[in-house]
């Protein structure tokens, strides 16, 4: 009885254990073999180039280019006393970057949310 036992919990165990193999959980990646681009990378307009974008997304807010980051102080100004962390602050500046780009000209190529879809435009390595 008592083996039984044992062996049933190991049996089970190891089927657990297997669970998840493969596919994004060997990388820990959600993203592996899609083609991501950064948020900044998506914003293109006519005659523009990389480092042109890059000042432009640096007016707008940006202190990290393409790869759209935000000081610490302009997230604790964008925060509101509801929210219960920096996601939904950080959301509305990303959404202001994305106005403010938009009223320089510049339209968005692919997938905001998901960040895939950029295509030779984008100009991204």
């Known amino acids: 009885m008592r083996i039984s036992i044992y062996l049933t919990f190991l049996l089970s165990l190891m089927s657990l254990a297997g669970c998840g193999i493969g596919g994004h959980w060997m990388t820990g990646d959600p993203s592996a073999g899609k083609n991501v681009k950064p948020y900044g990378a998506h914003w293109v307009k006519e005659g523009m180039t990389r480092e042109s974008r890059r000042a432009d997304l640096r007016a707008c807010g940006s202190v990290n280019f393409e790869n759209v980051r935000f000081t610490e102080m302009q997230i ?8 219960p962390n920096d996601i939904n602050a950080f959301l509305r500046l990303r959404d202001q970057l994305g106005q403010c780009m938009a009223e320089r000209g510049y339209r968005p190529v692919g997938d905001l949310q998901y960040l ?3 295509d030779d435009r984008c100009m991204y390595p």
């Open 76 to 83: 604790e100004a964008a925060r509101l006393p509801t929210d």
């Open 116 to 118: 895939t879809g950029c």
